[in-house]
């Protein structure tokens, strides 16, 4: 008979902060600047250089713990994490191991088998690491110590999670949080947001926990849930042969969709721990942790609650619209100007969501403003354009955020309202349309589309369509 298992899994989840600078220096941390640029005595680890803390590295964990229901430690401090690795530049890591800034948190899931809890054991404040580029023409490998001190958390969950669905829950989640509150982007290709999966199997009703593996690597959510299922299916194998588990951490390669072992997984002893000696401890005074909570923004579930109650907007709108904090104040500043939130949750979520698809971007790429939306729905409202116009002037404010009012004027898409006009068209396509004058006599009111279609065009596009219709309306009535 086979056995059942069951798969435990915890993550080891680093974001990258969103200062302007370093951790312990003033360099710069923006993303792709040209190799060894963004570098000075201290993130290069100069002898005699030292590191003073950034305040806001400070301010972003705690209101990431205070986000994920942790516990604040006021007073806390740094610890030297000693290993020797080519992009490591000081040769060993400031990071905090017996008293980390965030402890025992946690934040709810939902997936298809309900709601639960996932613990965070700890958030802790370190500085990133190089990056090491392997060049395989000239068969070496060279260090960019760029991210050298660009400041981290890293959220370390307990081993709540079984299965790959509730890892990508639990990560989603957590990105919306810190991305509303500022704290990153979580842009998992830039490795702004990088996710480590400590999984282990054990047989179904076990309380015993197996032997873990942590797997690197891992660049999206994609990416994640099939490690996930390929190291959970090669663990399963490895106990039905009557193999062990080996504890170490092994690198995922999408492509192949295989894990390999890297090295074997190392104990906090094997990095000799010991305070920073170089900062002092940090003191979180309650006025400064008051203040911070003070200027703690609204997350998705305060939101989706207030929009129910005071735009009126489905629910299914509502969830789509708060995936994302830049969709969510784009909402929420063009309906405070134009009044009409289910028309701002329409461009949003038709228009806006067709054109992200189409140009791979994502919703916090969107560089359009709330007042040109706004604009844009009020020209409509006002019988200024049309629907059909006024899809290509929004593709012209998505792509360059040009004012509506200006463009429909100079580009002269301005709908023709001018009854004479109008009539005069709708009599000439009534003349050279009489079959489908026919059919409309016979009760085929279809064909009263097709009649309004050819004077749209023969209008260019630009005729008032409820005029069209109330004009075809009186001439095929006589």
Known sequence: MSREYETVIGLEVHVELATKTKIFCGCSTQFGGAPNTHTCPVCTGMPGSLPVLNKQVVEYAVAVGLATNCTINQHCKFDRKNYFYPDNPQNYQISQLYQP???NGGIEIETERGKKIVGIHEIHMEEDAGKLVHDEWEDCSLVDFNRSGVPLIEIVSEPDMRSAEEVIAYLEKLRLIIQYLGASDCKLQEGSMRADVNLSVREAGTEAFGTRTEMKNLNSFKAIARAIEGEKRRQIELLEEGKTVIQETRRWDDNKEHSYAMRSKEDAKDYRYFPEPDLPPIHISDEWLMEIKARQPELRTEKLARYKEEYDIPEYDAKIITESKKMADIFEAATAICHKPKKVSNWLMVETMRLLKEQEMEAQDISFSPENLAKLIDLIDAGTINGTVGKEVFEAIFREDVDPV???????????????A????????????????EDFHNGKKKAIG???GQTMKAMGGKANPQMVNQLLNEILSR
């Open 101 to 103: 800034i965030c402890v």
């Open 406 to 420: 200006r463009y429909v004027e100079e580009k002269g898409l301005a709908a023709v309202n001018d009854e004479g």
């Open 422 to 437: 109008l009539r005069a068209a709708v009599e000439k396509v009534v003349q050279e349309n009489p079959q489908s004058v």
């Open 450 to 452: 097709f009649l309004v």
